[in-house]
């Protein structure tokens, strides 16, 4: 406890330059911290403090990425990545919380709470690495970092301007061994790995891609470079280069969420378009049909083909693994449905948040997982992995099953397992259509959406409502999950689930049904049941006038 890397007077010096404002509090989320960049210089050095802490702790690198993802531009945030590119042990968010909340005054105590609560060896060495989105406002709140990381006596690899999961990647292959991974270890695994699936011919037809005006536009150019247009050809739109701001009307989210093109973009039928978010973690296709309707192709349809064809993959190459995709209440009843009854595939159901469904994947050999905005992955047990590498090197299987095992072997390694990653799923989806031959016509004919609606109720206090059955239903206030089925029971394929947000005292509902006016009603109902049971503020939900 006295060891000179805790040492008060240098902690505090530091502490001075960013000290918390009076009466702030904040809390560490799935995606760490985020919040008005005005407002988070100290929680940034604080982050740093505590990922040197975690790397004496654990023996390991860890990385903080600066960040709000999908966010506006004047907001930004932070997050620490565990040693094998995974998010933050759910443990440790409670001591970023408890850190990053303690005046003044009190922050060496509380340093010193972690040290003796989580028996850290300070003499240990602590290696931090460490990058950046373009917002404006990351450049200094990086800075902030760095500063809490010296105040430990931490050392900081500053990878500059990266995606979240690019990352993610590299904490892995550090972690693994490789010291001097690097962004270009990233591009040369990923590019090489795709290249070598499609082969000849080159892949059909060329992919709009709409960046965010984010960090992934200049990231998918240097990729984009790797790969080799002879190869496939990717249209960048939404650089950051013009007037365009980040995640302002584009983007993965503006589109999933408003289901148009994002600004400045003219579609045109059966053209591939995609959107990453503004770091670059999120990806969901469209399209327009014949008939110039918009269609969305999102991270139920992403993991649904992702699905299909690992199935296919492993019915031919006959090797004996155990598949399963993991969604959550919001992903649309007739993914599920397909994955179940068509694809005969597992499909479990976790909480909100990739960090729950990323440890639900895991319990499968080969675990698919993808929440509905498009953030989602492959994880793949090491050995599953071995399995799968034995029979590709099998020169006693048939061709085909050989083949097709080394399909498999090369497809999975396109994927970047840590993390979800907008670069490398787009690589997945492209890989897919080509080897199938398919359009996203064919794609999005897997199975037709059923229409639903979100609405969100205000109400006095958000934890009132309770959930069980991964937020599917209701334990809490009594007697209104039996109102809810009673309501889901008066429309055909009617589903509705209410789950309370995580940051503020609303309500969210999900309703679905077999046509629009129906998932509309349904919600409606809901939203009224929710404001009557549960405390609702403000505004009471109306129906429609018939």
Known sequence: MDSPLLQEIPILKLAEVHSKPDKQAMAYGTAGFRGK????????????????????MLKSAIGVMVTASHNP?????????????????????VIATGLANASNDDLVKELKKIVAKENIDLSQTATILLARDTRPSSLSLSNAVQDGISALGGTCRNYGLLTTPQLHY????????????????????????FKTLVNEPPVNSNVTVDCANGVGAPKLNKLYEHIGAN???????????????????????????????????????????????????????????????????????IASLITLYIKELLDESKVDVKLGMVQTAYANGNSTRYVTDTLNVMVACARTGVKHLHHKAVEFDIGVYFEANGHGTVTVKEECSNVIERAAKDDKLPAKQKDAAIKLKTFLDVINKTVGDAMSDMLAVEAILHAKGWSVREWAQLYTDLPNRQLKVTVADRTVIRTTDSERRTTSPEGL?????????LFPNGRSF?????????????????TQEHADSLAKKVSILIYEKAGGVGEKPKEESA
């Open 481 to 489: 999950q039996e109102e809810i089925d009673k309501l889901v029971a």
């Open 170 to 193: 590299i904490v892995s292959c550090y972690n693994d061994g490789v010291k001097d991974a690097d962004e270009d270890t990233y591009y040369k695994w990923f590019s090489s790995a």
């Open 73 to 93: 531009v004047l907001d930004n945030g932070v997050k620490l990545i565990d040693p094998c590119g995974e998010m933050l042990v759910e443990s440790w968010e």
């Open 231 to 301: 190869v496939i050809d990717i249209i960048i739109h939404n650089d950051g280069e013009g007037c365009g701001k980040l995640n302002e009307k584009c983007g993965a989210d503006y589109v999933k969420i408003q289901q148009r093109a994002p600004i400045g973009l003219n579609m045109e039928p059966f053209h591939r378009y995609a959107s990453f978010d503004g770091d670059a973690d999120r990806i969901v296709y469209y399209s327009l049909d014949c008939d110039c309707n918009f269609v969305l192709l999102d991270g139920d349809k």
């Open 37 to 56: 960049a005005s407002k988070m210089d100290h929680i940034f050095f604080r982050m740093g403090m505590l990922a040197v802490l975690r790397s004496k």
């Open 498 to 514: 209410v789950r309370p947000s995580g940051t503020e005292d609303v309500v969210r509902v999900y309703a679905e049904s077999d």
